[in-house]
């Protein structure tokens, strides 16, 4: 008698526990119908058990993946072990939306999966128990680290004041590109490119109009390039373009047409209207390159030409008939 009071009492322990605890308990049978269904998938499905006992999982989750989640669950019928989905390989399984306070702007509920075997007295697995946690703030607060350390990387590798690469990260990209083009052999072209007079500007206008020149030249420079090249501010009046997969002849087209549409443009400002030219030299990928270090030289020896003959113009570099600089 008292033994089958103890188990009268620990069944309805169990019962009420399974009700209480803060995570969805589901229960399937072999053929994917509901056998239990907790209060946990109750307050977040909006169903009450009566209403979806006995009925087939995926016909009352209609958005669930069913060849996926059957893929899962027969290795747990077969093998008589347990299986795990954790949200960084998929978010949820089921699209509750999300009601923590803390993390509410997250649109729906990250979930953890468990997926138990239900091995009957014959050890045969004819029920599998699927565990649903709610981990929404450890995923918004990993997703929000994350995104904190990328911006911090951004932040790291970007010059504040125009917004391009900073030139530390420029040179790494460069570098790599050299790295590509020494193993592929194949052909890339650097320009180098600074503002003519540039001292004037800030001798005349301050050092602030400076600054609104150099950003509007860096929007007009991003506006111009491919999602492949990689542009950056080298240093004070600046900049460098990489051209990937790109010959002198064409770069000098692309340069012209930069070099036409910064002398076109009118920088304003407090109301003051300010015009400016740039120099732009070019240097197309070579074996005579000792590194990439010499790829910039060499670029910058055809921008100390360009400026030398008059500014406002393109030069390539002539890896036949150097210039003495």
Request: some cysteine; aromatic content about 10%.
């Amino acid at each position: 008698m008292t033994k089958k009071t103890l188990d009268i009492e620990e069944f309805h322990w169990i019962v009420d526990m399974l009700q209480t605890i803060d995570v969805g308990l589901v229960v399937l049978d072999r053929d994917y119908r509901i056998q239990v269904w907790n209060s946990f998938m109750e307050n977040h499905s909006g169903m009450r058990p009566f209403e979806v006992k006995g009925e087939e999982l995926f016909k009352v989750f209609k958005d669930l993946q069913k060849d996926w989640f059957m893929q899962k669950s027969e290795s747990v019928f077969q093998l008589k072990s347990r299986a795990f989905i954790t949200w960084e390989l998929r978010p949820c399984l089921f699209q509750f939306k999300n009601y923590r306070p803390i993390t509410g702007t997250e649109a729906f509920m990250y979930q953890n999966i468990s997926i138990s075997p239900l091995v009957s007295t014959e050890g045969i697995v004819s029920h599998i128990c699927v565990i649903i946690y709610d981990v929404t703030d450890i995923a918004s607060n990993k997703k929000a680290l994350e995104k904190a350390n990328s911006d911090l990387e951004t932040l790291s590798r970007t010059d504040r004041l125009t917004l391009l690469n900073n030139r530390g990260y420029w040179e790494e990209c460069l570098q790599s590109e050299y790295s590509r083009l020494q193993r592929y052999g194949t052909v890339a072209s650097l320009v180098m490119f600074d503002i003519d007079h540039f001292k004037n500007v800030n001798d005349i206008y301050g050092h602030q109009a400076g600054d609104e020149v150099l950003r509007v030249l860096a929007r007009l420079l991003k506006d111009s390039l491919r999602k492949t090249d990689i542009a950056g501010r080298y240093g004070g009046e600046e900049f460098g373009i990489i051209l990937g997969h790109t010959s002198a002849e064409n770069s000098h087209i692309y340069c012209e047409r930069l070099r036409q549409m910064i002398e076109a443009t009118t920088v304003i400002h407090n109301e003051i209207e300010i015009k400016v030219t740039i120099s732009l030299g070019i240097c197309e990928s070579s074996e005579n390159l000792d590194g990439y270090q010499s790829w910039i030289e060499k670029t910058d020896q055809a921008l100390y030409l360009a400026k030398e003959s008059g500014r406002n113009q393109t030069v390539i570099f002539d890896h036949n008939h150097p210039p003495v600089v």
